[in-house]
């Protein structure tokens, strides 16, 4: 069984994805605890770490990103995190997939639908809106002009193909590969995101 927390604003929503597991007889996802706060958070990690983390895009009593900080690097155990956000153009978003988040959510999706996002996630895969894709385009490129390549032609083809709205069973077929490959190859990507922004191209020296 996988143990889930949830770090979430809304009680109700908190409930129905924890129906929605319980009444799920094909998951092995288990709730372990539902709070409302970073610092509620953090007492219940002293206790217990669990599987996966759902937490809210923007809490009230502190920046997520940041908060993801304390996981990178540690060399411990750390959960995963699947970041639930109201829209897909939040620029916290891409912030939080910089600093460690595994895949996101919209809080607009069903509960089933979260429960399949909690899953992904668990196996190590994600997923990728064609909005995320174009926008990971634009920040990659923007290295490479500085003169940093941070992604090979597999994740640019990748890339190009879930920004023209190509899901991922389709994707496969083209590129010869498997969707579970595929979402592992996406988690990936979000990986290859740095945390600060691409370095300045050293100015030409006129000859």
Same mark, same amino acid.
């Not at 390549?149 to 389709?170: A, C, F, K, M, N």
């Given at each position: 069984?996988?143990?889930?927390?949830?770090?979430?604003?809304?009680? *109700?929503?908190?409930?129905?994805?924890? !129906?929605?597991?319980?009444a799920?007889?094909?998951? *092995?996802?288990? #709730?372990?605890?539902?709070? *409302?706060?970073?610092? +509620?958070?953090? +007492?219940? /990690?002293?206790?217990r770490?669990?599987?996966?983390?759902?937490?809210? /895009?923007?809490?009230?009593?502190?920046? #997520?990103?940041?908060?993801?900080?304390?996981?990178?690097? *540690?060399? !411990?155990?750390?959960?995963?995190?699947?970041?639930?956000?109201?829209?897909?153009?939040?620029?916290?978003?891409?912030?939080?997939?910089?600093?460690?988040?595994?895949?996101?959510?919209?809080?607009?999706?069903?509960? +089933?639908?979260?429960?399949?996002?909690? +899953?992904?996630?668990?196996?190590g895969?994600?997923?990728?809106?064609?909005?995320?894709?174009?926008?990971?385009?634009?920040?990659?490129?923007?290295?490479?002009?500085?003169?940093?390549?941070?992604?090979?032609?597999?994740?640019?083809?990748?890339?190009?193909?879930?920004?023209? =709205?190509?899901? /991922?069973?389709?994707?496969? #077929?083209?590129?010869?590969?498997? $969707?579970?490959? /595929? =979402?592992?190859?996406?988690?990936?990507?979000?990986?290859?995101? $740095? $945390?600060e $922004?691409?370095?300045?191209?050293?100015?030409?020296?006129?000859?």
């Amino acid at each position: 069984m996988s143990s889930v927390l949830l770090i979430l604003s809304d009680p *109700s929503l908190a409930e129905r994805i924890w !129906r929605a597991a319980a009444a799920d007889d094909a998951t *092995s996802i288990v #709730v372990a605890g539902s709070v *409302s706060t970073l610092a +509620e958070g953090r +007492e219940f /990690l002293k206790r217990r770490l669990p599987d996966l983390i759902v937490i809210d /895009l923007r809490v009230a009593d502190g920046p #997520v990103a940041r908060w993801l900080d304390q996981f990178s690097g *540690s060399g !411990r155990a750390r959960p995963r995190f699947v970041i639930l956000a109201r829209t897909l153009h939040d620029p916290e978003l891409l912030e939080t997939l910089r600093r460690g988040a595994d895949g996101y959510a919209l809080a607009s999706h069903a509960p +089933e639908q979260l429960i399949d996002v909690i +899953e992904e996630v668990l196996g190590g895969r994600s997923t990728m809106a064609p909005e995320i894709a174009r926008r990971l385009q634009i920040h990659f490129a923007q290295y490479e002009a500085a003169g940093t390549s941070l992604i090979d032609e597999t994740d640019r083809q990748l890339l190009q193909w879930v920004s023209t =709205g190509y899901g /991922l069973d389709d994707i496969a #077929v083209g590129m010869h590969t498997t $969707p579970g490959l /595929l =979402g592992i190859q996406v988690r990936a990507l979000y990986g290859k995101l $740095p $945390p600060e $922004p691409p370095p300045a191209k050293p100015p030409r020296r006129r000859g």
